[in-house]
C-alpha cells in the first residue's frame, strides 16, 4: 500500500507514461497529484503533448491508507486479520466520503479556476475506484497501471458542481500493477 507514501515513478512507469501520451487525445489542460508517481506521469505526457501543466495538488493524492502504508497485502493480512477480507479499515485511513469530497472539491476547483472544456487528471487508482463506486459504478478492483475513466464536470451558476461518471480507458492493454502490491 503506497498511500502518501511519495515514491518516485519507475522506469518501466515512465516508459509506459509516454506510451501512453503517444495514445491520447488532446486536452486544454493537465493536472496532477503532487505524489511525484503522479506528478512525473503528468509531466512526461504534457512534454510528448506540447501543454503546459497545473501545479500539483494535493487533493488529487491517493488515499491516506494511515497504518497501512507501505505495507504489502500479505503484511496486512498477517498484522490486521480479517480486515481485507471483511472490507474493513483500521483508524487513520482515510474514508471513501472524505476522498469523494476532497477530490470532487479539487475538481470544482480546477474547472471553475480554469476556462477548458477537457482536461486531463493524472491522480491514483484508489482516488478512481471511489469515485466510480460513489457515482455508481461497481467496483473494479485491478486497475491497470493508466488505465482511466472519463468524467464529466458540470459547474452551476453558484460555483457548485455535479460530477458524473462515463466510461473506462485503458490506454495500454496488458500493462498490470505488481501483484506484491
Not at 471553475?112 to 482536461?119: A, D, L, P, Q
Request: with cysteine.
Amino acid at each position: 500500500m503506497q498511500g502518501h507514501a511519495d515514491s518516485p515513478l519507475t522506469p518501466e512507469g515512465r516508459r509506459q507514461a509516454a506510451a501512453a501520451a503517444r495514445k491520447l487525445g488532446s486536452f486544454d489542460i493537465i493536472a496532477s497529484s503532487d505524489l511525484s508517481r503522479s506528478r512525473d506521469t503528468a509531466l512526461i505526457i504534457a512534454e510528448h503533448l506540447g501543454l503546459g501543466i497545473l501545479d500539483p495538488h494535493p487533493g488529487l493524492r491517493e488515499i491516506d491508507v494511515g497504518p497501512w502504508q507501505g505495507l504489502t497485502r500479505k503484511q496486512i493480512a498477517k498484522q490486521y486479520p480479517g480486515f481485507m477480507e471483511n472490507d474493513m479499515r483500521p483508524a487513520g485511513y482515510e474514508s471513501d466520503d472524505d476522498v469523494f469530497d476532497r477530490v470532487t472539491g479539487t475538481l470544482l476547483h480546477i474547472a471553475t479556476t480554469h476556462s477548458v472544456s477537457t482536461g486531463l487528471v493524472v491522480t491514483h487508482s484508489g482516488v478512481l475506484r471511489i469515485l466510480r463506486r460513489r457515482l455508481g459504478i461497481p467496483d473494479q478492483r485491478n486497475h491497470r497501471n493508466l488505465e482511466g475513466c472519463w468524467f464529466t464536470i458540470v459547474v452551476s451558476g453558484d460555483a457548485r458542481g455535479t460530477l458524473t461518471v462515463r466510461e473506462s480507458v485503458n490506454v495500454l492493454e496488458n500493462a498490470t500493477a505488481s501483484e506484491t502490491l
